[in-house]
Every structure is written in structure tokens, then in C-alpha cells.
């Protein structure tokens, strides 16, 4: 049994993870770190306390400054975690979020929301969150001889666009084809082994969408109880139920699975209502 799960280990493999700070990032990291791999973790916010607390669960980890808008700091991050690792053979693409000015709601309507921050928002998940990391550190990993894996992270957003947010969803809409798109390009035109993928997570209580889902109070909303009747699970996600996705996905347990987009949602995406 052990050797056959073996085809799940992730041991001497090289991972990079963008926005590798945050709640979701974090989490991803440290599981793909206990199933093997070195990680360096990338983020425009500190990473010390996330690195020293991957080494306390005995994971080889480094951080790297990493500005995902910032194609110059982009590349002098991929020069220096090539100079410590060697190589890349995993690059999950974790940074993303939304805006509240960006989000429409009783003192913000769709027609007042400023096109500077939609801007933000789409620039942040699509262009940063997925496009240009891919161009810069794939163009490392299209150079290895057992190709690689990229994992972008889409949203349940792609598949049924939620209410108030449309920035959001539009630029996560767009994460899912870009993927799908990136993984014939790769493929077609560089590495036969070089893969790519992204997983959808459902609802999962970050900072960043708080306030959307519980009131000052630390009750759930109208939107956030409405998110727990429609998903059969009855729960919103905990940043570890992804870990496990994020496994199998970067590992050669899929090793002929390429341009999928898998949601991780507690079922919301099957439930029609009724």
C-alpha cells in the first residue's frame, strides 16, 4: 500500500506559491510541504511568521518578497529561488481577492462602482494571479525534463457568477479559461509534461470576504446563511479541505490530467435549489 501511494508524494520536488501569506496560501503550502516538497513561499506581505511556522512543522521552507503585479520583482524572485532550490517543478498561483469598493451593496450601486477598481480587481486575479507568474516562472519550468505543474486558483464564481461582486467574477471566469488555455499552449508548444490545472473553492470565511458573510454581531447574513442552505455539506470550507485537492493535482497521481478547473465547494456547484 505504501508504494502505491507513493505516486502522491511530493519528496524532492520544488514548489513555489504565490500570495503564500494569506489564510488560503498558507494553508496549501504547508500541506504540499508535509507531502514532500521545498517550498518557497512568495507574498508582498511578510512571510516570516508563515515560514518559521512551516519549519516548526517540519517543512524545508523559505520566503521570498514576491510583488505578483511587478514583473521585474517577479523575475529577480524566480532568480533567487532558482540560486536555492535548483529548480521549479510547482508553481501554485494563490494570490487573489476582492475589493469592498468594487462590490455593490445598499451605499454602492453597479453604476457608481469607479472603473479604478474593478481595474484592480480584475488586474489582481487574472493578470496577477495567474497570467503573469505563469509567464515568469513557466518559462523556468517548460525547461525541465519532467515538466511540471501550474495550479491557478479559480472560484465557484466561474461557474455561476455570485451577486455583488462582479469584478470578482468575471476575472475568475477568466482564471478558468486561461488555465484551460495555457495548459494546450504548454503542452502544444513546449512540454508534453509540463501541466496545468486550477482548483474552484467554495465558500471558505477568509478576512478578505468577512464582512460579506457575518455582521458585527458574528451572525451570519442574509448572503452568508443563504451560502450555507445551498450548499449540501452545511458548512463553509476550512483553507485545510483544500490541501488534499492541491496534492493530487501537483502530484503524478495526475500526471495525465491537464486544463481541468476541479471545484472543492461542499456540493454547491451540483445543487440546483430543489
Excluded at 76 to 94: H, M, T
Excluded at 162 to 178: E, Q
Excluded at 239 to 257: H, M, N, R
Amino acid at each position: 500500500m505504501e508504494d502505491f501511494l507513493q505516486m502522491f508524494s511530493l519528496r524532492g520536488k520544488k514548489a513555489v506559491i504565490t500570495g503564500g501569506a494569506g489564510v488560503l496560501g498558507s494553508e496549501i503550502a504547508i500541506g504540499l510541504g508535509k507531502a514532500g516538497a521545498d517550498i518557497a513561499i512568495g507574498d508582498i506581505a511578510p512571510t516570516d511568521a508563515i515560514v518559521q511556522r512551516a519549519r516548526n512543522e517540519g517543512v524545508n521552507a523559505k520566503g521570498y518578497y514576491m510583488n505578483v503585479m511587478d514583473t521585474g520583482k517577479l523575475k529577480e524572485a524566480a532568480d533567487e529561488i532558482l540560486k536555492d532550490f535548483g529548480r521549479i517543478d510547482i508553481l501554485v498561483n494563490c494570490a487573489g481577492g476582492n475589493r469592498e469598493d468594487a462590490t455593490t451593496s445598499d451605499k454602492l450601486k453597479f453604476f457608481d462602482i469607479p472603473l479604478s477598481a474593478l481595474e484592480k480587481v480584475v488586474a489582481l486575479n487574472l493578470f496577477g494571479g495567474a497570467i503573469l507568474p505563469s509567464q515568469i516562472f513557466g518559462k523556468k519550468m517548460i525547461e525541465n525534463p519532467d515538466g511540471g505543474v501550474i495550479l491557478n486558483i479559480s472560484s465557484m464564481n466561474a461557474f455561476r457568477p455570485l451577486t455583488r461582486i462582479p469584478g470578482y467574477s468575471a476575472a475568475k471566469a477568466a482564471v478558468s479559461n486561461f488555465t484551460q488555455w495555457l495548459a494546450v499552449h504548454f503542452a502544444q508548444e513546449y512540454n508534453k509534461k509540463l501541466r496545468v490545472n486550477a482548483i474552484a473553492p467554495g465558500f471558505f470565511s477568509t478576512k478578505q470576504n468577512r464582512y460579506l458573510l457575518w455582521d458585527e454581531n458574528n451572525n451570519l447574513t442574509e448572503r452568508g446563511r443563504t451560502i450555507i442552505a445551498h450548499t449540501p455539506m452545511g458548512r463553509f470550507g476550512e483553507p485545510e479541505d483544500l490541501i488534499g485537492t492541491c496534492i493530487w493535482l501537483t502530484s503524478d497521481a495526475s500526471k495525465f490530467v491537464t486544463g481541468v478547473v476541479v471545484p472543492i465547494d461542499g456540493g454547491f456547484n451540483a445543487f440546483s435549489g430543489v
